[in-house]
């Protein structure tokens, strides 16, 4: 069974930094694409990374600020987040699909598992 568990969430003062992580448990990154998806409160989910046998592919709203990287042992994911903003504050979740089993992975439709999410609230 796919399984993915999120945290590193918190509270931060607008400017700092967070690193969340994703432990994934029964599958192999090998064979899916990982993302990592927010929900800010009152919107929809907004794909933020994806990492795919293409590489990494960012969204605009990520590109400059927020960076995924993958684990040495390969069963988890971070997502560094830094120069938080206040508008950055949302859920935070990690997904995955069966690599090739979609058109575009940072769209979070697209996604099949997913974690519970980790809350970043970004506030002074």
């Known amino acids: 069974e796919v399984q993915l568990v999120e945290s590193g969430g918190g509270l931060v003062q607008p400017g700092g930094s967070l690193r969340l992580s994703c432990a994934a448990s029964?599958?192999?990154?090998?064979?899916?694409?990982m993302s990592w998806v927010r929900q800010a409160p009152g919107t929809g989910r907004q794909g933020l990374v994806c990492?795919?046998?293409?590489?990494?592919d960012y969204a605009d709203s990520a590109k400059g600020r927020f960076t995924m990287s993958i684990g040495d042992a390969r069963d988890t994911v971070f997502l560094q987040l830094n120069r938080l903003k206040p508008e950055d504050t949302a859920v935070y979740y990690c997904?995955?699909?069966?690599?090739?089993?979609?058109?575009?992975?940072?769209?979070?439709?697209?996604?099949?598992?997913w974690g519970k999410g980790t809350l970043v609230t970004v506030s002074s």
């Open positions: 997904a995955t699909v069966i690599e090739g089993d979609y058109n575009d992975c940072l769209q979070s439709y697209e996604m099949e598992t």
């Open positions: 990492l795919s046998s293409s590489g990494y």
């Open positions: 029964g599958f192999s990154f090998s064979r899916y694409a």
